[in-house]
């Protein structure tokens, strides 16, 4: 009997050391990946793309999935991204021909105003006509005659 509970002794050894690997091994399994973050997602548009692919071909998991959360965040920070910048560059067009046309408004109105001008010196020469001559009183009229008493300052006649 002694070697037989030796026996038993063995193989009960060999069979716990045996379970104990097997769950060891079966604890060691692949760690879960955590789910990308936003930034991540955003970074990446290659790895952006394929899980939007997923999520948009499994509606149950587009709904349950963090993954998939993540993405339609970074899909639409990305949006949000994008119509800023085409915001910003239309407004720059906008603000660059405004000026375009502001200058060219001033340069009309200086042309005009400049054309307003008249130059004295380039003038064309006018001979200079006598005055005429004073008008003769005709026989039925009288003369005129200027006036020949000098007031005082006081209104009396000196």
Do not use: N, W
């Not at 407004?91 to 009309?108: D, G």
């Amino acid at each position: 009997m002694g070697s037989g509970m030796r026996y038993l002794h063995e193989t009960l050894t060999r069979f716990g050391v045996g379970c104990a690997c097997v769950f060891a091994l079966a604890a060691c399994g692949p760690r879960p990946v955590a789910p990308l973050s936003v930034a991540d997602l955003m970074q990446d548009r290659v790895t952006l793309d394929g899980v939007a692919m997923k999520c948009s071909g499994d509606l149950k998991l587009a709904s349950t999935d963090p993954a998939c959360a993540a993405a339609r965040i970074a899909i639409d920070r990305l949006a949000e991204e994008r119509d800023a910048a085409e915001s910003a560059q239309r407004e720059a067009e906008f603000e660059r021909r405004r000026q375009a046309l502001r200058l060219a408004q001033e340069q009309a109105r200086l042309e005009q105003e400049a054309a307003a001008k008249v130059d004295a010196y380039a003038l064309p020469i006018v001979p200079v006509d006598p005055p005429p001559a004073p008008i003769q009183a005709t026989a039925g009229t009288a003369p005129a005659r200027p006036e020949t008493a000098m007031r005082t300052p006081r209104g009396g006649h000196i």
